[in-house]
């Protein structure tokens, strides 16, 4: 038994872990999220330095692509943290019965 799980296979997870990698998921996706708007940013003051022609728009379609990927990313472990909250506040309610 590794102390996360009985020999049943329950797992045993204590609140306070969870907030914890709730708090850290949130920030992961915040930083994630500042980082990549600065660098998405960067390339649309870039895109302003192309003529019009195929390089800006192969450039403006992949710079859309990635803001969407980064939207998704942070949206994904956004929704992580509060899964992680959300498992915390059922195991007190759990432990209160």
Do not use: C, N, Y
């Not at 403006?60 to 956004?78: G, P, Q, Y």
């Amino acid at each position: 038994m590794d102390g996360r799980s009985d020999s049943g296979g329950v797992i045993r997870v204590r609140p306070e872990e969870l907030h914890h990698s709730a708090a850290m998921l949130h920030e992961i996706a915040q930083d994630l999220k500042t980082a990549h708007g600065q660098a998405h940013g960067q390339l649309t003051d870039l895109l302003s330095e192309f003529g019009e022609g195929p390089a800006r728009s192969m450039l403006a379609e992949h710079l859309s692509t990635w803001e969407e990927e980064t939207r998704s990313h942070h949206e994904h472990l956004t929704g992580q943290a509060e899964f992680h909250t959300t498992m915390a506040h059922k195991f007190v309610e759990i432990d209160k019965l």
